[in-house]
């Protein structure tokens, strides 16, 4: 049997292979020990030299042929064969691994913490009881002060008779127990629950978070702070936020703003989320009031900051249009889960 | 406070469309919050803030800024008092101020022979869109003038005042009054509390409330007005003290200019006699304890730059003091520029230099102020260790499979007695009786997690259990202090599981925790050295609680709930809580670790199981295995323990590793050391199975 009679008999008989059995069986009958290829070699051992040389060549090329057709049949031949083995139902659900969810409010903390620690802000932390000192006069909030009625106090017993305990209204309390403590140059934020004494709906609860921030050095201006809410607003919202300023009037701060959010979600045509007015409030601000760098134990006219204090839940509401922000202290896992 | 749109444009040579009115002055004074058609006119309702309430309550007020913003000429009312001259007010009325400080200034006018009626339609039109109702012409022009002017008004009747003698005093203990709000209700007043009166009795609350004695009827025929200043704070806490806030009182809190009461008594009584005719008497009586003049605030150019950060020229700035109608001028010494301006005695929010920043930063405009990031010094940004933890825990546990909740800090006297909590932070002036107490720890807010979530829980393929964590601050008294303290804790409830699986999965949570910590030598402790706290008494269950202590520290509660309190609140299942001092488990965190390499040699195991009385506990005969094993005892783990009630019989399955870091052990050597410890463990009376 020439070469050439070989390789088409191969060829016939692989066209008909189309299962491993055979496969395997034709493997043997030309690639096994007593197979054709074999035979073929022994048959050439007779010839002339120049023959056997050529011969053998040949023979070699097309056992190498074989052995790549087979090793390509038997490729074919396991994707074939996965029709045939028995099926995952894929559409069953998974096995259950328990998942637990971290609260909006700690992810979007986290959010804004990175970002203004990027900024060189420091983090602090302060109480949830606080004095009315630290609360309001420290702040140029005076007792039977119009400006109290602005923040709706809920008044802790103090223990030792004294009527000076609240649940802080705010967190800028900590502007002056930071300073107090530290010297400028200083940046600060300092995120925290805070109490408001009101009835409660949709858009308010008595209970909330803030992030306060503050920032103390020779030369702060109010471009100084335009720019670091730009750049914070850009970062949490992409770089398509904008804000804008408005006038209004904090005791603690003077000049006094504040930051309004273009609406992110109907690019100022008006929605819901912004009232219709294409504009989300969403922080209170201005220039530190010099009375309480003052109460900090500074020298007047010695430092300029600014503050400001972003309604936490607005910005977790935005981003997630949260309808009602008694959800979050709800604990009702059905809201939860979906974070 | 609303305002008419009409009235604002009597004031004004022009003046912009209500929405585009309402949007200028939202970004350069005040929010208006709502702009509404009102018949032929609009109302705008305008968010004073504090500062600006002394001379923005008032629609010249408004007018005065809206001039200013939009650049047009301010008109103010004009007219020419028609005095009669043969009759003197000093001839019917007489004043005497017996609290100077509280009244610093008393002034009166009298206005005869008038006709009580209706009023014009162009007055009450101009009164109902502010919201308040018409009641006759001459109450009506009071509150005209009132809301023209901002100086509160009342017009009492002549002839209903003994002497026309009026006293300004403080009020009787105890003494009454009926005053002339809706419910006419007899107020009963304290010494704080000042009143206008006559010789025989108080006719109004100062500053508050006029009284029913004195007011003006259908067949009143002589007036007195009455335009005063009283002091603010204590009208605040009159207003308080009686729960009745006025139209006048409020404008009394915030101090309205002192010189205002004189021209709005001239203009109410030019309007009096237009309106309702009559002779207008001579003069005023004018009872003032105190001048106040204009002042001089002062304010340095490189300061208005610095702090607005903007440049800025001295004309632009003086531009600004023009429109505003402050009168101002440049003072240069050495190189600096100083301007000082003249403040009004209305603008008593102007004192400072900041105050003045302000003003030109609010007519500079702030969108035109362009941002530019601050030029400073590099700090290092630093974050509270506490929150560095804070973080870490909360994603362990959600890695644990435990949702993170924010419940709220308050509790109900309810809850107060169902738990029988003590030693409370109170709240002075709770909004509702959810809010009588602080809470003081976070289980009692988990446990309404579970009757808020129960409903939802079952039906759902996987959900059997709930899994939540707080990390929260709890309040109580302690002694003459109110201490604070930062909680950690969680909670595991499973429906239809067997007694102990949540508590052992609680217990898992918390050492797997404490272990990534870094936390060494924690170990749980049943034996509670004078029983359990009184905020835990009735929460958790004696026998099936531990303390969790760090070597010798005690830091918080591990514990399945009172079966009692679940009975009560028809919760069925099981459920575990842990409550732990945050601050106690930073102070302990030590999170450096060295490599310990692996034995290069293989090690033996065994298994062993040993049955004993039902009261032996695992941590007893692990001692016993690990002293008789020795060093070459490398690990021991319980993985079975199986109670049988019925004969008051446990048995505990360990399985042994036998390990040496020097040589390969041998059976024979691991099989002395199991007898030893089998050995050991019969001494004990404990039964070996085999």
């Known amino acids: 049997m020439d070469i050439n009679e070989l390789k088409n008999k191969f060829q016939e008989l692989m066209e008909k292979v189309s299962d491993k059995k055979t496969l395997a069986d034709l493997e043997l009958k030309f690639l096994g020990r007593r197979g054709e290829i ?230 100022g045509k008006g929605c819901r989320l912004c009232s219709n007015t294409g504009w989300i409030e969403i922080a209170g601000a201005g220039m530190v009031n010099q009375f309480v760098f003052e109460s900090a134990g500074y020298v007047r006219n010695e430092w300029q900051g600014f503050a400001f204090g972003i309604g936490f839940e607005r910005i977790v509401m935005a981003k997630h249009k949260i309808s009602d922000i008694r959800l979050f202290s709800s604990g009702d896992m059905r809201f939860l889960k979906q974070f | 406070m609303k305002f008419s749109y009409n009235w604002l444009k009597d004031y004004l040579e022009k ?170 209700a007899e107020r009963e007043l304290n010494d704080n509390i000042l009143v206008i009166a006559d010789k025989a009795k108080p006719i109004a609350i100062a500053g508050i409330k006029g009284g029913r004695g004195t007011e003006i009827e259908t067949n009143t025929k002589n007036i007195i007005i009455e335009a005063a200043n009283f002091e603010a704070v204590n009208i605040r806490k009159s207003s308080k003290a009686l729960n009745l806030r006025t ?107 900041e105050d003045l920043i302000e003003e030109i930063g609010r007519f500079y405009g702030y969108e035109n102020i362009k941002p530019v990031l601050p030029n400073c010094l590099l700090i290092p940004a630093l974050k509270d260790e506490q929150l560095i933890y804070v973080d870490k825990i909360k994603s362990m546990m959600q890695g644990f499979g435990y949702s993170e909740v924010y419940n709220y800090s308050f509790i109900s006297e309810d809850d107060k007695e169902f738990y029988g909590l003590a030693d409370l932070a109170e709240v002075l002036n709770p909004y509702s009786r959810d809010q009588k107490y602080l809470r003081p720890n976070l289980a009692v807010g988990f446990i309404k997690n579970i009757q808020e979530n129960k409903p939802y829980l079952a039906g759902s393929r996987f959900v059997n259990a709930l899994r939540l964590f707080e990390i929260g601050d709890v309040f109580f008294e302690g002694g003459d202090k109110i201490v604070e ?53 009735n929460i958790l269950q004696i026998g099936k609680v531990s303390q969790i202590k760090i070597g010798d520290k005690a830091i918080g509660w ?49 298994d062993l199981a040993v049955l004993s009385s039902e009261d032996t506990k695992v941590e007893n005969i692990l001692n016993v295995i690990e002293g008789a094993g020795g060093g070459l005892l490398d690990d021991v783990n319980i993985f079975d323990i199986y109670e049988n009630d019925k004969e008051d019989i446990k048995s505990f399955a360990f399985h042994l590793v036998f390990q040496s870091y020097e040589k390969n052990l041998t059976d024979s050597e691991v099989n002395k050391l199991m007898e030893k410890i089998i050995k050991a463990i019969e001494d004990e009376g404990w039964e070996v199975k085999k």
């Not at chain 1, 629950?193 to 009101?198: G, I, L, P, S």
């Not at chain 1, 914070?232 to 703003?257: Q, V």
């Open chain 2, 247 to 353: 139209d006048a009182s409020i404008r009394f809190e915030n101090r309205p200019d002192i010189n205002l009461t004189l021209p709005a008594l001239e203009r109410c009584a030019m309007l009096v006699k237009e309106i309702a005719g009559g002779e207008i008497a001579e003069g005023a009586v004018d009872v003032a304890a105190t001048a106040v003049k204009p002042w001089n605030v002062g304010v340095e150019h490189d300061y208005i730059e610095s702090l607005l950060g903007v440049k800025l020229a001295s004309g632009d700035i003086m531009d600004i003091f023009e429109i505003l109608a402050l009168p101002a001028e440049i003072i240069k010494k050495d190189k600096s520029i100083f301007y000082e301006i003249l403040a009004p005695t209305r603008r008593s929010d102007l004192q400072t230099a």
């Open chain 2, 558 to 606: 591990l514990g399945k709930i009172n079966e009692d309190i679940l009975e009560r609140l028809e919760i069925k299942g099981r459920v575990a809580i842990f409550e732990i001092n945050f601050t106690d488990i930073i102070s302990f965190i030590n999170e450096e670790r060295e490599y310990e390499p692996p034995s290069k040699f293989p090690a033996i195991t065994r």
């Open chain 2, 15 to 184: 003046i912009p469309e209500p929405q585009q009115l309402a949007d200028v002055l939202t970004m350069r004074i005040f929010e208006v919050e709502e702009v509404k058609k009102a018949g032929d006119d609009f109302l705008l309702d305008i968010k004073i803030l504090p500062n600006r309430a002394v001379d923005c309550m008032s629609h010249l007020g408004i007018a005065r800024e809206i001039a200013a913003i939009t650049k047009t000429k301010f008109k103010e009312p004009i007219g020419q008092i028609n005095e009669s001259h043969d009759k003197k007010t000093s001839d019917y009325l007489a004043v005497e101020v017996k609290e100077k400080k509280l009244c610093p200034r008393y002034s009166g006018r009298v206005v005869l022979n008038i006709k009580v009626g209706e009023s014009p339609e162009w007055l009450k039109n101009k009164l109902e869109t502010c919201g308040l109702r018409p009641i006759n012409n001459i109450v009506d022009i009071t509150n005209f003038v009132m809301l023209e002017t901002g100086q509160p008004l009342h017009a009492f009747d002549l002839d209903k005042i003994s002497d026309g003698k009026i006293i300004v005093r403080r009020a009787k203990k105890g003494e009454k009054i009926i005053t002339l709000d809706e419910g006419r």
């Open chain 1, 38 to 267: 074999n035979d073929l070699l022994k048959k050439i051992k007779d010839l002339a030299a120049e023959e056997k040389i050529a011969g053998g060549k040949l023979i070699n090329d097309l056992k190498k042929e074989i052995e790549q057709k087979i090793i390509i049949k038997k490729k074919d031949l396991l994707v074939a064969g996965q029709d045939l083995i028995k099926r995952i139902d894929v559409t069953a659900p998974g096995s259950r691994v328990v998942s637990g969810h971290l609260h909006p409010r700690t992810q979007v903390l986290r959010k804004i913490e990175e970002i203004f620690i990027s900024l060189g802000f420091s983090v602090i932390e302060g109480p949830e009881v606080e004095t009315q000192w630290y609360n309001f006069e420290a702040l140029n909030i005076p007792k039977d002060h119009p400006a109290r009625d602005m923040q709706d106090t809920f008044y802790v017993k103090n223990p030792a008779g004294q009527e000076d305990l609240v649940l802080r209204t705010h967190t800028s309390p900590n502007q002056v127990r930071f300073m107090e403590k530290n010297n400028p140059p200083l940046r600060i934020i300092v995120p925290g629950k805070v109490f408001r004494n009101e009835a409660t709906d949709a858009t308010h609860d008595f209970q909330f978070y803030q992030v306060e921030g503050l920032m103390v050095d020779k030369h702060i201006s109010v471009a100084n702070f335009k720019a670091v809410m730009e750049e914070f607003f850009k970062r949490l919202y992409g770089p398509g936020a904008k804000i804008r300023l408005r006038p209004s009037y904090f005791p603690f701060t003077e000049p006094s703003f504040e930051v309004d959010l273009f609406c992110v979600f109907c690019q």
């Open chain 2, 485 to 537: 303290t930062r909680k950690f804790g969680g909670l595991l409830f499973m429906e239809n599981k067997k007694s102990g699986e949540a508590f052992y999965e609680l217990k898992g949570v918390v050492e797997t925790l404490f272990d990534k910590l870094g936390l060494s030598d924690v170990w749980e402790d049943d034996y509670i050295q004078g029983g359990l706290p009184i905020n835990f008494k």
